[in-house]
């Protein structure tokens, strides 16, 4: 039986089969048997990071250090609330911590801390600690973006839609226009998006 270790771009952690392009963490959010109970997170650097980091193998449960998780695409990443590592994925977060910077007319790049600080108010409901959305015209979304569309998860590309599974993104849609749809990527991360920060897509989506 799988892991509970796979993330949603609902901010979801289940059990399932499908494998990624990341890995990231969020602290450590399971027990000594390997479960994890109803915490979703210890810190609030909500980081992904390189799935093989100098060769190096590591247990992704060890006892009281930190749960690895697993993303299908820097895209579920992003809309989960996560960030790229600073470490294991310095130019990819100097890169962000840039465009971050770029959309918000900042003169320097901010640290990791008000990174985390912004994104964790923006992705999660205090009261129920469920995943925190927004509301927006579909045209106005950058390239990279996740949406809820018809009820399920999708990315938006090249100004159409395509649905998110594990097995890969579905053929694009092209949607009506003057749409409002369900954002889930936090706005932090879509300022990051406007401003040209190109996120790790998989494959699938390019496809058809």
Known sequence: MPLQNRVLPSQEIVAEEGRGLLMGNRGSLHSRDRRLGTTRWRSKAWICCVLDWKGIQRDPMPPGRWTALFFFDEAVALAAGHRPCAYCRRRDFLQYAGAWAAGRGLDERPRAAELDAQLHLERVEPRTRRQRTT???LAELPDGAMISYDGSPALVLDQK????SWEGYAAPV???GHRQVVVLTPPANLVVLKAGFTPLLHPSAFGN
């Open 135 to 137: 509301i927006a015209e």
């Open 174 to 176: 092209e949607p009506p």
């Open 161 to 164: 839609v395509r649905g998110w």
